[in-house]
């Protein structure tokens, strides 16, 4: 019972002694002695330096030190080469007086003062040896090729055991693998030997690390005899004998196990642990298996494992029976200071364990604790000693020894009897930072005896921090596990005993976490390239970043091709050795991160080599080769090229590619060559340069194996045939005479065949044919060594001759008033007298002056009727047929007619807006220039415009055809109208033409500007009635003009802009630039269109051209920017028409017959007259193609020369156009030219595509320059 009770407060004694594991005893207070630092147990020193031996310790007071040696007093004094080193128990040994065997022994520290004695381990001191190798005379070993061999090493036994390794005398490794390999304990085994294994340099060394010696042993030589074939066999193991055998470790130490087994072919060694799992992690397997390693070996690795040595003749097993020891080790570590207040109950354990168990011996002040003085406040336990109501004067320093037969542990450990107040040892103030979501620490180490109590509170409260997110540790730290933002603060821990108070205050501050936004990514660039590595990063901005580039964790190479940025890593002009993983670290204070990633540099594949043909045949060979360098990037295909020196030296031809994982190729040759091979690498990044030619392979001469492609036959003249192929090149010649076997007959019954053979040429021509036969052609290659296979036979026909004949039963008949039908019945092929092209129709309207210039329209094929687009309403035409062949045309069909219905007029000739009052105005028009028919009547309709542009209910007046103006009465005042006017034939109402107006008209508030506007636009389609002024207004508005541009052109500068306003009166003003204001800006009127060309300008001068539109009332002018023009110079001096004679009197004759013109069309209006149908149809003719040459028959294509003819009374504009009315319709997607197309009915199914931009742009430039004797009369009427 009463033991039981001892037990129990030993158990409670043991838990207070826990609490007490962190305390730290300060200096300035009195304790016993601590040994802190001591040589290892096992002392082995190097014996060409002084012997060290150290013994460290700290007490209050300083303790003072002596040794033993031997178990004897080491008297320091009387030895002059030992001396003790100052405030320390390390003793140094000067051997350069005495050998250093003279100091091995055993040494033990004793560190005393007046508290207690602690004592050191026993140090056993011995000098390295390193003992040479004893000299021996090794004779040749000779050996049948395919036994086993054993070469022993055996070195002088050293302290410690030397390393050993096998060379040659070159100081090379000798190569080990699965045959060959070395042992544990230094020999050099070989599972069978092969006649490569002669040699005179096997060397074994010895080196001995702790004196950085190698000792050499005599080279040993090796002869294998190969006098019979050896006989294959099982496994034997050479190393260990037997089947099994059993081995020693100690716990913690590394486990070695060998199995070398001999045997041919070479057995491969595998193992197993019988009687468990092999620690996966633990486990390593070396010398090709033979040796099994276990790391930190416990007592679980004991057991059986086996090896297993096996090639196809059996295999072999061995058993090793493992066991495993323990020198004594702390199971919950060495005991620990205890420090106790007067009263006080404590206790010391001394807690170990080992194989076999050890037995534990306890001393105080290094005597046994048997033979100390009597303490009635302790008591001992086997490993633990209990104090009871301590007292001082009970301090003392105890030793606890724990032995068995493989070692022993001493640990000092002092008891401590004190009566002291609290102290916190933590600096005060001290300030903690930590990162966001990371544990955070703070100390309050403190010391005091009792042992204080510790609490700890933040900035102002006065509850103390317990229990989530706090946790408090017995040593008085706090810790936070996740720290947030709301936790940095101001702490205070407070530390009491029963013998009084302390204080102290720390800081916590939480910081944001460094993190890398942007990783540098992998990279894959060629070499001499550069590349650039992101690493973007963020922090908290109160903490001081570095950033730290490696490359294979090292640090950068010092080279300027590497620059180190802010965010960045650059490499310029990348190299192989650039190659590797690069990583950013960005440091703080406290935390960091890093990112890596990998630079691949690529480059063309390095050229194969060693080219070698084999497998040599008449017609084939096999090429093989070594593949380049890749430089890392896998190789796609070979590119295998030949050189024939015999036909075309000097160039090379590719012949075939191979994959890129072969080497090799069959290639297949042709006779008669004198071959040379190269090879091409291709990879990701292009081919490589090519690999050294080959040697030279000659092929055979051989008959032809192929005979001419693209044999063709056709005629140059009527009565002859050409034959044309296409010749052998020289490598198809196959051999030396290359010529040609032409053969052809006519393809009738009972024709045969005739033939010629021609030197090495491409064509053959026969006379004396008939027209336009059909003839069976052959070509066969024939050289000196024979003919080619037979040719195979085309067909072919001799020269074409005209067309003898006409199209019969020819028809047209008109569809509707724009479009005709013409029909034809074919002409017999035997008298087209050629290869059928197709048909041409050629058609004219009766009363038209050009007859002799008709619209050609062309059908390819054999077609029988066709469309004729775009004809004129109300008019008759002519037409006849043709057919074509290659040789041309033939003779024309019959002429034969139809006539057009009526169709809807055109568009009337102008709308003029005159009288403008304030309810009424007058409007004038001249008719339409089209009239398409009778004109029945005229249509108006007119309705108001509001400021913002929208349109008033529109009122409709219809007028008879003999009128040409109407004044309008009771309209709005001070009102703007538009008015649309349109004619009518019996078909229907054509195109109206629209004008604008108001009704108030005040000429003293007309500006100049608009009066010319005005003036400047009569001669337009759609002239603008004069606004009333403008007012002024509060902002000018952005200018609707935009990409204004120009170019210079023979004829002058064309101005091109782009427009988005409303307005539609606009025109180009320019100046010559630096005029100083003596010029006056030149006006060009623009009708509509975006761009105009601007003539006259002087070459070598600038001009400053703008943009002007007129707005609608009460709106200002808008203008461009200013474009300056350069105009270049003249290189040669022009001579100026203007300034000729004859030039000046022509347009004085011209001006004169307008004159006349004008009185003759003003006297027909006065009297009221109107056009008839026939005579305005005579006077202003329809447009018309370009003719077609009569030589040629190209189809495709059409041509209408009437449209190019001048009409009477009118002038052709300078860049030879003529404006096309918009009621005209294009003829070139009806036939087969431009992009319109018919169907074999020949229906149409294209698009008109004759109104072009650039002919309305002629239109508008013509009516500027010459205005029709109509316009000049409307103009005349404007201001009458």
């Known amino acids: 019972m009463m033991e039981r009770r001892r037990m129990e407060a030993a158990l409670l004694v043991l838990f207070l002694g826990h609490l007490t594991t962190a305390l730290e005893v300060p200096l300035d207070l009195p304790q016993p002695p601590t040994i802190t630092h001591q040589s290892p147990k096992d002392y082995i020193i190097d014996p060409r330096e002084n012997i060290i031996i150290h013994c460290e310790a700290k007490g209050k007071p300083h303790p003072s030190f002596s040794w033993t040696r031997d178990g004897t007093h080491f008297d320091i004094d009387e030895d002059p080469n030992v001396s003790m080193r100052l405030h320390s128990g390390t003793l140094v040994v000067d051997i350069s007086r005495e050998k250093v065997d003279h100091y091995e022994g055993v040494y033990q520290c004793t560190a005393r003062n007046k508290h207690g004695t602690a004592i050191s381990n026993d140090i056993v001191v011995r000098q390295s040896r390193s003992p040479l190798w004893s000299k021996e005379e090794i004779k040749p070993i000779v050996v049948q090729e395919g036994v086993s061999l054993v070469l022993q090493c055996r070195p002088p036994a050293g302290l410690p055991p030397p390393i050993i390794f096998w060379m040659d005398n070159n100081f090379q490794k000798l190569p080990q693998s699965k045959r060959v390999s070395q042992s544990l304990n230094g020999d050099l085994y070989f599972s069978n030997v092969h006649r490569e294994d002669s040699r005179n340099d096997y060397i074994c060394y010895a080196r001995f690390p702790h004196t950085q010696t190698i000792q050499q042993k005599q080279p040993i030589t090796v002869r294998v005899l190969n006098k019979a ?186 008891v401590n009897v004190l009566s002291e107040p609290p102290r916190v040892l933590t600096p005060a103030n001290k300030v903690y930072q930590v990162i966001r979501n990371h544990q955070a620490l703070m100390d309050c180490s403190s010391f005091g005896s009792p042992i204080p109590n510790v609490t700890w509170f933040k900035d102002t409260q006065s509850s103390t921090l317990d229990g989530d997110p706090y946790i408090l540790h017995d040593n008085g730290t706090l810790e936070i596990r996740i720290a947030q933002h709301q936790n940095t603060g101001k702490y205070t821990c407070v530390a009491r005993n029963s013998l009084g108070i302390s204080k102290n205050h720390i800081v916590l501050e939480v910081k944001e976490p460094t993190r890398i936004l942007k990783q540098p990514e992998y990279r894959r660039v060629q070499r001499g390239t550069s590349v650039v590595f992101e690493c973007t990063v963020n922090h908290d901005p109160s903490l001081t970043p570095t950033m730290t580039w490696l490359k294979d964790d090292g640090e950068l190479p010092d080279d300027e091709r590497f620059t180190v940025g802010s965010d960045s890593l650059t490499i310029t002009d990348v190299t192989e050795s650039d190659e590797g993983e690069y990583k950013c670290i960005m440091n703080t204070t406290l935390d960091h991160d890093s990112a890596s990633a990998t630079l691949t540099v690529v480059e063309r594949p390095e050229p194969p080599t060693d080219l070698e043909l084999t497998d040599q045949k008449k017609r084939s060979v096999q090429l093989t080769w070594i593949p380049g360098d890749e430089h890392n990037s896998p190789i796609q295909k070979f590119l295998i090229q030949y050189e024939d020196s015999l036909h075309h030296q000097g160039h090379w031809h590719n012949l075939t590619e191979v994959p890129g994982t072969k080497t090799t190729a069959h290639l297949k040759l042709s006779p008669y060559a004198h071959y040379t091979f190269r090879v091409l690498a291709l990879n990701a990044v292009g081919f490589s340069r090519p690999s050294l030619a080959s040697r030279m392979y000659k092929t055979e001469p051989a008959a032809p194996d192929e005979n001419p492609t693209g044999v063709h036959g056709f005629g140059t003249q009527h009565d002859n045939l050409v034959i044309s192929w296409k010749p052998l090149s020289g490598l198809q010649s196959n051999g030396p005479g290359l010529r040609y076997k032409v053969m052809w007959r006519q393809k009738v019954v009972g024709s045969s065949w005739n033939d010629a053979t021609v030197a090495n040429i491409s064509k053959f021509v026969v006379s004396g044919t008939p027209t336009f036969s059909q003839y069976e052609l052959k070509v066969q290659a024939v050289n000196d060594f024979g003919e080619g296979p037979e040719p195979a036979v085309v067909h072919g026909y001799s020269g074409e001759d005209l067309p003898i004949a006409a199209p019969e039963n020819v028809q047209g008949i008109a569809l509707n008033s724009s479009l005709a039908e013409v029909h034809w019945d074919p002409v017999p092929p035997h008298l087209i007298r050629g290869h059928l092209k197709g048909y041409k129709v050629y058609y004219w309207r009766n009363h038209n002056l050009h007859k002799h210039n008709p619209v050609i329209l062309s059908f390819s ?164 009635a004069p606004s009333p002024p403008r007012r002024p207004s509060h902002k000018e508005p952005e200018s609707p003009f935009g990409n204004v541009s120009y170019s210079v052109e023979e004829d002058g500068a064309l101005i091109s802009w782009e427009y988005e306003g409303p307005e539609k009166n606009f025109y180009v003003e320019y100046i010559v630039e630096n005029s100083d204001g003596e010029e006056e800006w030149q006006k060009e009127p623009v009708n509509g269109s975006q761009n105009v060309m601007l003539k006259g300008l002087k070459g070598g001068l600038s001009y400053k051209v703008r943009l002007v539109a007129k707005g609608h009332r009460d709106q200002p002018l808008h203008c461009s920017k200013e474009l300056v023009v350069k105009v270049p110079a003249v290189a040669s001096r022009q001579v100026d028409i203007a300034t000729q004679g004859w030039f000046i009197g022509l347009m004085c004759a011209i001006a004169l017959l307008i004159l006349i013109l004008l009185i003759i069309c003003f006297i027909q209006r006065n009297k009221g007259g109107k056009y008839p149908v026939k005579e305005k149809e005579d006077a202003h003719t329809d447009p018309e193609f370009q003719p077609m040459k009569d030589d040629d028959c190209p189809f495709g294509e059409y041509s209408d020369n009437e449209d190019h003819k001048p009409l009477k009374g009118s002038r052709t504009p300078s860049n030879g156009t003529v404006k096309r009315d918009d009621s005209d319709d294009s003829l070139v997607d009806y036939g087969e030219g431009g992009d319109g197309q018919f169907n074999e009915d020949g229906s149409f199914i294209g698009q008109y595509s004759g109104k072009s931009t650039s002919r309305d742009t002629a239109g508008g430039h013509e009516s500027s320059e010459a205005p029709s004797p109509i316009n000049a009369m409307n103009s005349l009427n404007s201001f009458v």
Request: proline fraction near 8%; charged fraction near 15%.
């Open 229 to 414: 074939p050896t006989e294959e066999r099982k496994p034997t193991f050479l190393i260990p004998s037997g089947t099994s055998s059993s081995k020693m470790v100690l716990r913690g130490r590394v486990l070695e196990m060998e199995c070398i087994a001999e045997g041919l072919p070479t057995p491969e060694i595998s193992w197993t642990k019988m009687s468990g799992d092999l620690p996966a992690k633990r486990t390593s397997f070396l010398h090709y298996n033979k040796t099994l390693r276990i790391l930190n070996v416990s007592e679980s690795d004991a057991g059986d494992y086996r090896c297993t040595a096996r090639n196809h003749h059996g295999r072999v097993h061995h058993t090793i029976h493992v066991t495993v020891k323990a020198a004594p080790y702390w199971i919950s570590g060495a005991p620990k200071n205890l420090v106790l207040a007067p009263g006080e109950d404590g206790a010391l354990t001394c807690r170990a364990s080992g194989t076999p168990k050890p037995s534990i011996t306890w001393f105080m002040n290094g005597i046994p604790i048997e033979n100390s003085p009597v303490d009635p406040s302790r008591q001992v336990y086997d490993d633990s000693i209990i104090f009871s109501n301590i007292q001082s004067g009970s301090s003392a320093v105890y030793q606890c020894n724990v032995s068995n037969d493989y070692g022993y542990l001493l640990s000092n450990a002092f």
């Open 861 to 1024: 094929g054999n077609h029988t009727h066709g469309m004729l687009p775009g004809l004129h309403p109300f008019s008759h035409y002519s037409f006849h047929v043709r057919v074509c062949n290659g040789k041309g045309e033939g003779p024309a069909s019959k002429d034969q007619q139809f006539k057009t219905p009526e169709g809807v007029p055109g568009l009337p000739t102008s709308l003029t807006v005159t009288d403008t009052n304030l309810d009424s105005l007058t409007l004038e028009w001249t008719p339409p220039h089209e009239h398409n028919g009778h004109i029945t009547g005229y249509t108006l309709k007119y309705q108001p415009v509001n400021n913002s542009y929208e349109l008033g209910p529109a009122e409709e007046l219809a007028l008879a055809a003999n009128e040409t103006s109407v004044t309008l009465t009771n309209l709005k005042y001070s009102t703007r109208y538009k008015f649309y006017l349109n004619a009518k034939t019996l078909t229907g109402p054509g195109p109206a033409i629209s004008q604008e107006a108001v009704t108030i008209m005040d000429e003293a508030l007309i500006s100049q500007a608009d009066v010319d506007a005005y003036l400047g636009n009569t001669q337009t389609s759609h002239p603008i």
